[in-house]
T-cell receptor, first 114, second 115 residues
Framework: DTAVSQTPKYLVTQMGNDKSIKCEQN?????MYWYKQDSKKFLKIMFS???????INETVPNRFSPKSPDKAHLNLHINSLELGDSAVYFC?????????????FGPGTRLTVL | AQKITQTQPGMFVQEKEAVTLDCTYD???????LFWYKQPSSGEMIFLIY??????QNATEGRYSLNFQKARKSANLVISASQLGDSAMYFC????????????FGTGTRLQVTL
């Protein structure tokens, strides 16, 4: 019984293509996130949704569009993929409760743009 | 703005020994949380331990403890009795209280446990 799951685990695609990554959590959390981990292992927030509402939108190109159909799902769609989009993308979820809320991460999706 | 600094890019420790991974942070917020995550070579991010800025006691979770020194703005992770399976990247992270609940991560420390 996986808490936070992502599909696919690996994604290899050509420049210019459009792709989606899906995320689902079964923890009953009200907040979900997308993080990007670059080749140097640095993790940075991209987006956050609370009860299907966008609450964080960091400086991310508008080729990236998150969508939350319900509070258990947060998908990430990327248009016109570029070489620099190659990274590991992590979905996470938490129950907002002040500074103490712990974010639980999915297994990550390794995106390779050729 | 919040900032997390991990000055040790890599550390070695012998099996069964204790090791301390350093983390310092910078924030002007009075209320914040500090977290440590482990990332093994398989890639997943595993939550290890949490410390709140108002907590009087240092957090402990099994072999993990957090040496929290608020005045020095440090939140070092101590792993006791290291095991080969502890070999991984370790990330320190911080978030402040508020609706926008992002984690700000440090650059990580790669720990290698040797026989």
């Amino acid at each position: 019984d996986t808490a936070v799951s992502q599909t696919p685990k690996y994604l290899v695609t050509q420049m210019g293509n459009d792709k989606s990554i899906k995320c689902e959590q079964n923890l009953g959390h009200d907040t979900m996130y997308w993080y990007k981990q670059d080749s140097k292992k640095f993790l940075k927030i991209m987006f956050s949704y609370n009860n299907k509402e966008l609450i964080i939108n960091e400086t991310v190109p508008n080729r990236f569009s998150p969508k939350s159909p319900d509070k258990a799902h947060l998908n990430l769609h990327i248009n016109s993929l570029e070489l620099g989009d190659s990274a590991v993308y992590f979905c996470a979820s938490s129950q907002l409760q002040g500074a103490a809320d712990t974010q639980y991460f999915g297994p990550g999706t390794r995106l390779t743009v050729l | 703005a919040q900032k997390i600094t991990q000055t040790q890019p890599g550390m070695f420790v012998q099996e069964k020994e204790a090791v301390t991974l350093d983390c310092t942070y910078d924030t002007s917020d009075p209320s914040y949380g500090l977290f440590w995550y482990k990332q093994p070579s398989s890639g997943e991010m595993i939550f290890l331990i949490y410390q709140g800025s108002y907590d009087q006691q240092n957090a402990t979770e099994g072999r993990y403890s957090l040496n929290f020194q608020k005045a020095r703005k440090s939140a070092n992770l101590v792993i006791s009795a290291s095991q080969l399976g502890d070999s991984a990247m370790y990330f320190c992270a911080m978030r402040k209280t508020g609706t926008a609940s992002k984690l700000t991560f440090g650059t990580g420390t790669r720990l290698q446990v040797t026989l």
